[in-house]
């Protein structure tokens, strides 16, 4: 399947990203991790992107697709993924269309994660990943058993920097502004289901596996 995850920030994509991605065996991509790894390793995408993100604002299409299209390209990606993240302007999204019809394939579903404003700033603002794999907790919500250490990999947790108070907020208007106007595209090209991202995290990865099912997933 070729499934986006779309929702503002702190929604839940990242999370449920690394569980519907290994129930349907495709890859996930997530280009904030792409980013992220990048300014990690200080290599020229990662200093491109790093004050953008570092501001809560988007990285330009013009890098943020090249890399894309990169991504889509390799081998892995041939028979299904799941994209978190991207895209997230309109123009983004015509060109997914654009490369997934270069490859003879297109969309099956796009899943939007709904949740409101306040969640939103409780669940970044709680939020802490591990350097090491990657996995999303919260210190209230799902939080490790030992503090500060990933249960999975023994990794050392982080607060992104993106996360402090006022760029969630800037984030926020960011997604209204730019990202919102995605809903409408996909819900006119009739590939758009609303998931209601409240809850506990195996209650909402159970209705998006059962929404994904109805697409054939
Ligand atoms: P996104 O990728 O959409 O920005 P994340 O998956 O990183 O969001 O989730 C943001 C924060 O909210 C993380 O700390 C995560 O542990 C927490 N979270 C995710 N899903 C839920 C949920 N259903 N209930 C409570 N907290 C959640
Ligand atoms: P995320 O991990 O999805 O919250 O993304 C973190 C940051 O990476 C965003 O705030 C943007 O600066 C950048 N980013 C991730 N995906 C995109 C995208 N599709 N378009 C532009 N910028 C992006």
């Given at each position: 399947?070729?499934?986006?995850?779309?929702?503002?920030?702190?929604?839940?994509?990242?999370?449920?990203?690394?569980?519907?991605?290994?129930?349907?065996?495709?890859?996930?991509?997530?280009?904030?991790?792409?980013?992220?790894?990048?300014?990690?390793?200080?290599?020229?995408?990662?200093?491109?992107?790093?004050?953008?993100?570092?501001?809560?604002?988007?990285?330009?299409?013009?890098?943020?697709?090249?890399?894309?299209?990169?991504?889509?390209?390799?081998?892995?990606?041939?028979?299904?993924?799941?994209?978190?993240?991207?895209?997230?302007?309109?123009?983004?999204?015509?060109?997914?269309?654009?490369?997934?019809?270069?490859?003879?394939?297109?969309?099956?579903?796009?899943?939007?994660?709904?949740?409101?404003?306040?969640?939103?700033?409780?669940?970044?603002s709680?939020?802490?990943?591990?350097?090491?794999?990657?996995?999303?907790?919260?210190?209230?919500?799902?939080?490790?058993?030992?503090?500060?250490?990933?249960?999975?990999?023994?990794?050392?947790?982080?607060?992104?920097?993106?996360?402090r108070e006022e760029?969630i907020?800037?984030?926020?208007?960011?997604?209204?502004?730019?990202?919102?106007?995605?809903?409408?595209?996909?819900?006119?090209?009739?590939?758009?289901?609303?998931?209601?991202?409240?809850?506990?995290?195996?209650?909402?990865?159970?209705?998006?596996?059962?929404?994904?099912?109805?697409?054939?997933?």
């Amino acid at each position: 399947m070729r499934i986006v995850l779309v929702g503002p920030p702190g929604a839940g994509k990242g999370t449920q990203a690394q569980f519907i991605a290994s129930h349907l065996s495709i890859p996930k991509i997530s280009t904030g991790d792409i980013f992220r790894t990048n300014v990690n390793q200080g290599t020229e995408l990662g200093r491109e992107a790093r004050a953008f993100m570092d501001r809560g604002d988007l990285v330009p299409d013009t890098v943020t697709i090249a890399m894309v299209r990169d991504r889509l390209s390799e081998g892995d990606a041939a028979d299904g993924f799941l994209l978190d993240g991207f895209p997230r302007t309109l123009h983004q999204a015509k060109v997914l269309d654009e490369i997934l019809d270069e490859m003879g394939d297109k969309l099956d579903v796009v899943l939007e994660l709904v949740v409101d404003d306040d969640e939103v700033v409780r669940r970044l603002s709680g939020r802490r990943t591990c350097r090491q794999c990657g996995r999303v907790w919260h210190l209230d919500f799902d939080p490790p058993k030992v503090d500060g250490i990933c249960d999975q990999c023994i990794g050392e947790l982080f607060q992104r920097d993106d996360d402090r108070e006022e760029t969630i907020r800037h984030r926020l208007e960011v997604y209204a502004e730019q990202t919102a106007p995605l809903i409408d595209f996909y819900a006119d090209q009739g590939n758009l289901v609303g998931l209601d991202a409240t809850g506990p995290v195996e209650d909402v990865t159970e209705r998006a596996i059962g929404a994904l099912r109805r697409f054939g997933g």
